[in-house]
Nanobody
Framework: QVQLVESGGGLVQAGGSLRLSCAAS????????MGWFRQAPGKEREFIARIDRSGISKYYADSVKGRFTISRDNAKNTVYLQMNSLKPEDTAVYYCATQNDSPFTTAQSYYFWGQGTQVTVSS
């Protein structure tokens, strides 16, 4: 069982930045590729970014490419999402998850999920 706890969400003005963290309660954190998703009210959960176990390979959705950066610190069992140039359309609950299948752009390929952290971007 892996517990994931997201933090760092909040209210920010358009153009601002936030850094989300996702702390994992497992000694095998480095064995998991990790993903970030978001879900806005009335919409499906949307893939945002994915990082492989080593932290070398990173992949982003087109909607956030160039603005968001995913990273990880395996010594701290934590994955991060740096979000810059935020837009009102980025408003959503953000989730981290452990990948256990392919393709990594779909929520069904992830097994353990955090409870989510709310990000609200005002115009």
């Amino acid at each position: 069982q892996v517990q994931l706890v997201e933090s760092g969400g909040g209210l920010v003005q358009a153009g601002g930045s936030l850094r989300l963290s996702c702390a994992a309660s497992t000694r095998t954190f480095s064995a998991y590729s990790m993903g970030w998703f978001r879900q806005a009210p009335g919409k499906e959960r949307e893939f945002i970014a994915r990082i492989d176990r080593s932290g070398i390979s990173k992949y982003y959705a087109d909607s956030v490419k160039g603005r968001f950066t995913i990273s990880r610190d395996n010594a701290k069992n934590t994955v991060y999402l740096q979000m810059n140039s935020l837009k009102p359309e980025d408003t959503a609950v953000y989730y981290c998850a452990t990948q256990n299948d392919s393709p990594f752009t779909t929520a069904q390929s992830y097994y353990f999920w955090g409870q989510g952290t709310q990000v609200t971007v005002s115009s």
